[in-house]
């Protein structure tokens, strides 16, 4: 029996986005502010709410009387600084991710990234982390122009044929997307959701190295 697939979000599952995102987030605001769209830079636990979050959910929040235009600007302008970062090292996975990962990998599971962000965001922090080789494909909001997490799942289920696994994430995004696709779910409870939005997941947990475990657990093979 073939193994089923096992569902990763990135940011505040995999990696801990805010290393290199609140100091990006402040660049742009300080543009924002000099061109006269807002007066002041959300509080980080502001900022920190907006991760999982869709590219137009993120700027209709932090913006939400800016045109459509000048939010696309500054998602852009955002991308763009949090890639510096990245250029400059910034950023980091959280503890045993990427060992959890490869013990998964070795066992012989598909691994996939289903994450809201933009694709060259994707693309930098699995290729700056080297963790791009380990999964079999990269999803993200940005490239595929989906509105919802739930969407962009199932876009993956269906281009890559694949039966319902384990969808693993730190938001109620994540546990609404598994559960409306057929698989079980994985709140990650040391990410930036709160542990009360994540009681509808199947499993909690509060260190990703759990994840082995619970595979072994569930008939996902």
Not at 6 to 14: I, K, Q, R, S, V
Not at 64 to 83: D, F, G, I, N, Y
Not at 127 to 150: E, H, R
């Amino acid at each position: 029996m073939s193994l089923k697939p096992l569902m990763f979000d990135l940011d505040g599952t995999l990696f801990q986005a805010h290393k290199l995102s609140l100091t990006a987030y402040g660049r742009t605001f300080e543009k924002l502010q000099r061109q006269g769209f807002c007066k002041q830079t959300p509080d980080e636990d502001v900022l920190k709410k907006t991760y999982g979050m869709t590219e137009k959910e993120i700027w209709t929040m932090l913006l939400p009387t800016a045109s459509p235009e000048v939010q696309k600007m500054a998602a852009r302008w955002t991308e763009q600084e949090e890639l510096e970062n990245l250029r400059q090292g910034q950023g980091a996975l959280y503890p045993r991710a990427m060992s959890t990962l490869e013990k998964l990998k070795s066992r012989g599971h598909q691994l996939y990234i289903v994450s809201n962000g933009g694709q060259d965001y994707v693309h930098g922090v699995c290729d700056a982390f080297n963790l791009t080789p380990l999964f079999s494909g990269l999803y993200s909001a940005g490239q595929y122009g989906t509105d919802s997490k739930s969407q962009l799942l199932e876009l993956a289920v269906q281009r890559e044929h694949l039966a319902p696994g384990m969808m693993i994430g730190d938001r109620d995004s994540d546990v609404a997307a598994g559960t409306g696709n057929g698989f079980v779910t994985v709140g990650c409870c040391y990410g930036y959701g709160h542990r009360d939005e994540l009681q509808g997941a199947d499993f909690l947990i509060d260190d990703i190295s759990a994840v082995v475990a619970l595979v072994c657990r569930e008939p996902v093979a």
